[in-house]
């Protein structure tokens, strides 16, 4: 390492696109900065000594009251673009899970609300890069 470089600090993430089976999908409405009162996946913080598999489980039913198994969860794809995230430095594990029509929902953590959402009728803008790894979740 040289004398001009220097180390960044990346911050690790999970982010989970749950669809049923009639093509609708949970979204979040974000309760706080960045993108407050945006839509988003469901996600957050991986914890230390914890997998991207396991915090995709635990956001999905911190945020949305919504219970899976790390063997519901594909992989979908890593998220790391250097400004994906106005805070900085995020680099997140995306998984997919598919869940029953019907499956009811609970806003918690920093969810303002909960919405099944049709996949032909989403909103207007998604926070961050969340319709990007929404489109690669649903590519045939």
């Not at 470089?5 to 669809?19: G, H, K, S």
């Not at 396991?54 to 998220?79: C, K, N, Y």
């Not at 609300?113 to 489109?135: G, K, Q, S, V």
Request: one cysteine or more.
């Amino acid at each position: 390492m040289t004398e001009t470089e220097t180390f960044e600090t990346i911050r690790y993430t999970a982010d989970v696109v749950a669809l049923t089976p009639d093509s609708n999908v949970l979204l979040i409405e974000r309760g706080w900065p960045p993108h407050e009162g945006a839509w988003a996946l469901p996600g957050g913080h991986v914890d230390c000594g914890e997998t991207s598999l396991a915090a995709a489980v635990r956001e999905l039913a911190e945020e949305t009251g919504v219970t899976v198994t790390v063997d519901d969860l594909r992989p979908i794809g890593v998220w790391d673009a250097p400004d994906r995230d106005p805070r900085g430095r995020y680099v997140t594990v995306a998984y997919v899970a598919v869940v029953p029509v019907g499956t009811q929902t609970v806003a918690g953590d920093d969810a303002r609300t909960t919405r099944w959402w049709p996949l032909d009728n989403l909103p207007e803008r998604l926070a961050f890069d969340h319709a990007d790894i929404l489109r690669a979740a649903t590519a045939s």
